[in-house]
């Protein structure tokens, strides 16, 4: 468990607000992700980070942003949501060391009208 | 970016039966992991398994890197292995970020 807190747990907002979503963890790692999941997709990469102010982006970048200010806080915002951007979000983080096995935090459900 | 692979999408089980899960991938890894997602949708890292193979309990693992695959093996299944198997990939040429299949979604039934 490397103590990965996600907020908020649900969201439901409308097309073309901001919206922020939180990871914070506990562990210290350098690496961390946001994922999205959709049914028939799996898991996809939205953005990762390598250490604080050191971002990157993955499969699936377009209409999010990311800031990494500390080790232990990782923000996701979608900067005017789309209805497409209806999705449940996962960060997870990486322990490089030893197993080198990857953490997921519980998910945030975010539904936009 | 890597492509993963993984096959049946979708798996109904008698409790009691055994079962193999396979994840394809196109180039060679760093790091190979299985997931199970629950019905709760809690993400539980299985095994790291880049090579070779792992067993925990019930479960057990094989990766032949060479060949770009991977097995979970699942033994004597219960109810409680209801859910999805994700594999997920880190290429060797894209170091520390991680690619997943589309997951087998399994149903043990009683």
């Known amino acids: 468990d490397a103590g990965i807190t996600q907020s908020p747990r649900h969201k439901v907002t409308e097309t073309g607000t901001p919206v922020t979503l939180r990871c914070h963890q506990t562990e210290n790692h350098r690496y961390m992700y946001w994922y999205r999941q959709d049914p028939g997709h799996g898991l996809r990469l939205i953005h990762y980070?390598?250490?604080?102010?050191?971002?990157d982006k993955g499969e699936v970048s377009d209409g999010y942003s990311v800031s990494r200010s500390k080790t232990e806080d990782f923000l996701l915002t979608l900067e005017s949501a789309t209805s497409s951007q209806t999705s449940v979000y996962f960060c997870?983080?990486?322990?490089?060391?030893?197993?080198?096995?990857?953490?997921f935090g519980e998910g945030s459900r975010l539904t936009v009208l | 970016g890597i492509q993963v692979e993984q096959s049946p999408p979708d798996l109904i089980l008698q409790e009691g039966a055994n079962s193999t899960l396979r994840c394809n991938f196109s180039?060679?890894?760093?790091?190979l992991q299985w997931f199970h997602q629950n019905p709760w949708g809690q993400l539980i890292n299985l095994f790291y398994i880049p090579s070779g193979t792992k067993q925990n309990g019930r479960l057990s693992a094989t990766t032949v890197a060479t060949e770009r695959y991977s097995l979970l093996y699942i033994s004597s299944s219960q109810t409680t292995d209801s859910g999805v198997y994700f594999c997920?990939?880190?290429?060797?040429?894209?170091?520390?970020?991680?690619?997943f299949g589309s997951g087998t979604k399994l149903n043990v039934k009683p």
């Open positions: 997920a990939v880190e290429s060797s040429g894209n170091f520390n970020k991680f690619y």
């Open positions: 180039d060679s890894v760093n790091n």
């Open positions: 980070s390598y250490g604080v102010k050191d971002t």
């Open positions: 997870a983080t990486y322990r490089e060391a030893n197993t080198g096995e990857l953490f």
